[in-house]
């Protein structure tokens, strides 16, 4: 039987795709490992399977140890993994997911490096967020009261109509406990839609810090990406459960959150998503998950094979006889 240093790489045609995965899992307090191709929570209680190439984020909690056999699998199959504090409400490292193709991330690039396409990725973000408001012509001080106000709306709108008494949004870094239940809620859902959308965009080949509304931070872009879908999804979901009880809120609210995730396919929005807004519409055949192509570059724009020797080229051809590995 051959070694697991000596198996070959999967293709990304044997990967299962960032769509179809499970959100997310939380584990704490317990010992990661692998068995075959799945890795193995270990706990008090007894041990758990858990098969990697459906997992979209493992996120890894106080008490948890995992072994280097564990992110080898997690690594072959293109699963993220981000080490997280209690209850999952702070992001403290995070571990490479599955990516091939550099496609959406020289996309992303571009659209980032000028001024004008970086304004108007950000104006397309806001119809994302708000279709009925365009924001066609509105200045960045402009997007972000328009934001401002449409929150502050949502909070209100949910507070009425879950009867839930809103004293404003207030959190307190390292401080989870000190806000009321609701607050609680909205902190732990927004942790976990963060945890999501870096899944998503490490697993697309983006980088999570050229941000279009958010700047300056390591992960700008998943921000962006993550308050997308806040006011529709997260808002709405952390007020219904803190009005369900103030116990546990929470895990139940991750628990609520990963169900509702699966429900309305969000991974498989959140793909296309950042696919449009980055792409502009061209949904091209460069963009497949499944390629696993290196080029380099040459003049006038084109790409010419990887791993051969230009020292001495072909008449008329631009191409080596020769291999350079």
Known sequence: MASVSRRNALTPR??????????????????????????TAEDAEGTTHIPSATIGTLLLGPGTRITHQAMSVLGETGAAVAWVGEQGVRYYAGGRALTRSSALAEAQAVQ?????????????????????????????????GCEGRRVKDCYRAEAARTG???????????????????NQAITAAAQCMYGVAHAVVSSLGCSPALGFVHSGHELSFVLDIAD???????????????????????????????????????????????????????????????????????????????????GDTVAGTGESEEMLW
């Open 112 to 144: 980032w490096a000028n001024v004008r396409t970086r304004l108007s990725v950000a104006r397309a973000m806001y119809r994302l967020r708000f279709p009925d408001v365009d924001p066609e012509g509105l200045t960045r001080k402009g997007l972000l």
């Open 228 to 310: 997308l879908y806040k006011t529709e999804i997260g808002i709405p979901l952390a007020f219904d459960v803190a009005a369900e009880s103030d116990e546990d809120v929470a895990s139940r609210t991750r628990r609520a959150l990963r169900d509702r995730i699966n429900e309305t396919s969000l991974l498989n929005r959140c793909v296309d998503d950042i696919k449009q807004l980055l792409l502009q519409g061209d949904m091209g055949e460069a963009t497949s998950g499944d390629r696993d192509v290196v080029t380099l570059q040459s003049d006038g724009g084109r790409a010419v094979a990887a791993g051969r020797n230009y």
């Open 164 to 182: 839930i008494r809103w004293r404003g949004r207030k959190y307190i870094p390292g401080d989870f406990a000190a806000g009321d239940a609701v």
């Open 14 to 39: 044997q990967l299962t795709r960032t769509g179809e995965r499970l959100s997310f899992i939380y584990l704490e307090r317990c010992t990661v490992h692998r068995d075959a191709n799945a890795i």
